[in-house]
């Protein structure tokens, strides 16, 4: 089930302001998938942080560059929901 999240530090992203996300339950794909995004990008060795960016961004369907540019208190709301399944 899908959950409506409102980002206390609205953001803009690509022409767009990025005010709710949506986040889903992760799949075990997202690990596979953000694996294969990180080494599309050259990162072949990530961090913890970098992995746990990489699969957030792929739950609430945005690109780890708007991931990057989100409010740190934002993130770290995301990242530790993330952090339950990693």
Known sequence: MAEK???KHP?????KKI???TWRRPKGK???ESER???D??????????RTLFVVARIVGLASEAVEEMDLE???TLAGRAG???
């Open 5 to 7: 999240i409102k980002l």
């Open 11 to 15: 953001f803009e992203w690509d022409g």
């Open 19 to 21: 005010e709710t996300v």
């Open 30 to 32: 997202d690990i596979v």
């Open 37 to 39: 995004d990180m080494q």
């Open 41 to 50: 990008r050259g990162i072949l060795a990530p961090g913890d942080g970098t």
């Open 74 to 76: 934002d993130y770290l």
């Open 84 to 86: 339950n399944f990693l």
